[in-house]
C-alpha cells in the first residue's frame, strides 16, 4: 500500500461547477496535510494546510479532513478553467520529517 | 523577490559528468528538503537539511548522491557520475522550521542526461 494514494484521473468538470479531489493516507499517526496544485512544466505551489478534524475554507477552497476514515480531500467551488491542473495530496507522517506525496489528480475545467 | 531560488533551471549532462543543483531557501528558512519528479509520476523526497547538518537522507540513493547545506550560502545536491536514470525534474522546498509546516517550493532544475 502507498503511504498517500489519489485517482490520477483525469476529472473534469464544467465551469462553474464543484470539482472534487480525495486522498487517503496510510499512516494513522500521521498530523500534517497539504494540497499543492502543479501548471505542467511548473513546480507545486500550496493551496491549502489542514492539521485539524473538520473543514477549513480559504477562499474558492475548502480542506476537508477525516483522520478516523484516513481521508482529505479538497473541494474547489465556481471552478475556473484556469484550475486546470494536476493537484497533488502532501502528508507528513508521525514517525519521521518526510512528506509523502501522492502521485497527483489531473483536473481540467471545461469552459 | 523572497522566494525559493534554485539554479540552474535546466542543466544537460552526459553520462559519467557531475551535476551540481543549488537551491536557495526563503528568507528566514532554515529546512530545506530536496524531492524529484519523474515524468508521470508523483515527488519522492531525497533529503532534509538543516544548516550544516543532514537529517533525514532516507530517500538519497546510496551512491552517486550527496548534499549539504553550508553554514554559507545555498545547498546543494551532488550526482557524480551521472546516468540517463537520472534524468527528472529536482525541486528544493524550504519551510522556517521541522514537522509540521509548510513547505514553499521552488522552480526546480530539468536534468537532461544524454
Known amino acids: 500500500q502507498k503511504e498517500v494514494e489519489q485517482n490520477s484521473g483525469p476529472l473534469s468538470v464544467p465551469e462553474g461547477a464543484i470539482a472534487s479531489l480525495n486522498c487517503t493516507y496510510s499512516?494513522?499517526?500521521?498530523?500534517?496535510f497539504f494540497w499543492y496544485r502543479q501548471y505542467s512544466g511548473k513546480s507545486p505551489e500550496l493551496i491549502m494546510s489542514i492539521y485539524s478534524n473538520g473543514d477549513k475554507e480559504d477562499g474558492r477552497f475548502t480542506a476537508q479532513l477525516n483522520k478516523a476514515s484516513q481521508y482529505v480531500s479538497l473541494l474547489i467551488r465556481d471552478s475556473q478553467p484556469s484550475d486546470s491542473a494536476t493537484y497533488l495530496c502532501?502528508?507528513?507522517?508521525?514517525?519521521?520529517?518526510?512528506?509523502?506525496f501522492g502521485t497527483g489528480t489531473s483536473l481540467t475545467v471545461i469552459p | 523577490n523572497a522566494g525559493v531560488m534554485q539554479n540552474p533551471r535546466h542543466l544537460v549532462r552526459r553520462r559519467g559528468q557531475e551535476a551540481r543543483l543549488r537551491c536557495s531557501p526563503m528568507k528566514g528558512h532554515s529546512h530545506v528538503y530536496w524531492y524529484r519528479q519523474l515524468p508521470e509520476e508523483g515527488l519522492k523526497f531525497m533529503v532534509y537539511?538543516?544548516?550544516?547538518?543532514?537529517?533525514?537522507e532516507s530517500g538519497m540513493p546510496k551512491e552517486r548522491f550527496s548534499a549539504e547545506f553550508p553554514k554559507e550560502g545555498p545547498s546543494i545536491l551532488r550526482i557524480q557520475q551521472v546516468v540517463r536514470g537520472d534524468s527528472a525534474a529536482y525541486f528544493c522546498?524550504?519551510?522556517?522550521?521541522?514537522?509540521?509546516?509548510?513547505?514553499?517550493f521552488g522552480p526546480g532544475t530539468r536534468l537532461t542526461v544524454l
Open positions: 522546498a524550504s519551510s522556517p522550521r521541522r514537522g509540521n509546516n509548510e513547505q514553499f
Open positions: 502532501a502528508v507528513n507522517m508521525a514517525a519521521g520529517n518526510q512528506f509523502y
Open positions: 499512516d494513522r499517526g500521521s498530523q500534517s
Open positions: 537539511l538543516q544548516k550544516e547538518n543532514i537529517i533525514d
